[in-house]
């Protein structure tokens, strides 16, 4: 089972800057395209970025666009996602996949939890 952790998330002021880290236990991320999601408090999970494979397409939910940046280092074997001018609305558990949509396959790891609050 291809297993991701997260990392990075943090207690945050409105307008401050966290960066994410997702990172593959036992297997290489060079083949796959990889989703960042978010779930915030009551609300359904949601798809916010997304990186191709090869790297040089990205994409992003509406509502971060221009504040998010998501890359990969494959040489790390890793996927970031940097995450500036921090609203309290960005605040949820944030979770990566092998995947740009939310499907019933995906096994969903721990996530990491970022507030921004002041």
């Known amino acids: 089972q291809l297993q991701l952790v997260e990392s990075g998330g943090g207690l945050v002021q409105p307008g401050g800057s966290l960066r994410l880290t997702c990172a593959a236990s036992g297997f290489t991320l060079d083949y796959y395209a990889i989703g960042w999601f978010r779930q915030a408090p009551g609300k359904e999970r949601e798809g916010v970025s997304c990186i191709s494979a090869s790297g040089h397409t990205t994409s992003y939910a509406d509502s971060v666009k221009g504040r998010f940046t998501i890359s990969r280092d494959k040489a790390k074997n890793t996927v970031y996602l940097q995450m500036s001018s921090l609203k309290p609305e960005d605040t949820a558990v944030y979770y990566c996949?092998?995947?740009?949509?939310?499907?019933?396959?995906?096994?969903w790891g721990q996530g990491t939890q970022v507030i921004v609050s002041t």
């Open positions: 996949a092998t995947s740009c949509v939310i499907v019933r396959s995906i096994s």
